[in-house]
């Protein structure tokens, strides 16, 4: 979620919006049951994270030979802090005040864990398998994957601060070429501990953990490594037919994928069902990219995928906890009339929240930066933490334990 692609040509980039926009309509289609692999969207949300945050970073090293890591959290908090405090704050309050007792409960138990970047881990010890999680019983389930992602911009800067400690201009070159190295074998470690740790009755623990879902994100990072940008520029300088039909298959092979899979059944993704699917999704950025003015590109650079990733960040912390405050049972509407309800709201919600909240406090608020931005953060984290303590937690359902002596 970086805000320029890792590119020395160009600069913002109208298609990886577009892909942006392409992968929340994915899991919003998933999650009011229109699209079996829409669940897929959030790999591509992964790769562009991976793809762009490492180009950032890489282009901090080239230009001072060292990664400003407090700077880079500090962008970090910026961009994703502010829309995922109001989501948590409005949703438990409207839980509080509307939800069963059962999901109140959920909501106050995950709430911290989402505060700390681990509610993925969370529902793991708590064995909430995420293929029946989905329910009334978690509201903020969905956000596993805000978890992976926060907790790779955690790790990964921290690796290549390191890659970068010895400077100059050759070991600046260096650090490009084992960031790719790096980037390789932590993700070839991640795709075999899927393929070992998966559980195929329940493959919930390798599909939300960290460890076996990084391979996404390093992918991503490998893409914008140089040594692996250079090859695509050469592609798509030298043979640009060979790279539209690569820029093509990619995304012929995204589609079929998003038609066909089914995380419930399909257990061929999780042995190497989601490394070919992360893979397709590579290429086609690493392309897109290079090449904006081919005809993939042009055509995720439409206007309503566009807008669409631009909210999208908004529009995946709202969707799920919209679709389970306005299920099927509390509107009395079935099948595209609910659709249409549910994603109208998470839009409108998303839209609000983007334009009043994320993009002032990210371009504009020059007090969410240095100290004042460091007292911000605190400020936002008691006030959480008190939220979580402050509000009440319905008493748990009596059992008539006499009724058990009754013959």
Known sequence: ??????????????????????????????????????????????????????????????????????????????????ALALMLVCVTLAVRAAGPPGLVRSTLADGPWVQANLVNWHL????????????????FGHLWSIAVEEQFYLLWPLLLALAALSGGRIARRGTATAVAVLAACLGTASVLAMALLVDPADPTRVYTGTDTRAFSLL?????????????????????????????????????????????????????????????????????CARAPEGLVARVLAAGPLRWAGTISYSLYLWHWPVIVLLSPEATGLTGWWWTAAVCAVSVALAALSTHLV??????????????????????VMVALAVLWAAVPVPAPPAVDVTALDRP
């Open 1 to 82: 979620m970086a805000d320029r692609p890792p590119s020395g040509r160009r600069g913002h980039l109208a298609a990886l919006d577009g892909l942006r926009g392409a992968a929340v309509v994915g899991v919003l289609l998933f999650h009011t049951g229109h699209l079996a692999g829409g669940f897929l969207g959030v790999d591509l949300f992964f790769v562009l994270s991976g793809y762009l945050i490492t180009g950032l970073l890489l282009r901090e090293v080239a230009a001072t030979g060292r990664v400003d890591l407090l700077a880079f959290w500090g962008r970090r908090l910026r961009r994703l802090l502010p």
């Open 124 to 139: 793991l010890a708590s064995s909430a398998g995420y293929w029946d999680r989905f329910g009334e019983e978690r509201v």
């Open 219 to 287: 992918l991503g990072a490998l893409a914008a490594a140089p040594p692996v940008r250079e090859r695509l520029d050469r592609l798509a300088d030298r043979a640009p037919r060979a790279a539209a039909a690569a820029t093509a298959l990619a995304a012929a092979v995204i589609a079929v994928l998003w038609l066909i899979a089914d995380g419930t059944t399909a257990t061929w993704l999780y042995g190497g069902g989601l490394f070919v699917h992360a893979l397709a999704c590579t290429v086609l950025i690493g392309l």
């Open 358 to 379: 994320e993009d002032p406090i990210r371009f504009r608020a020059r007090w969410a930066t240095g100290r004042r931005g460091a007292a911000a953060f605190a400020a």
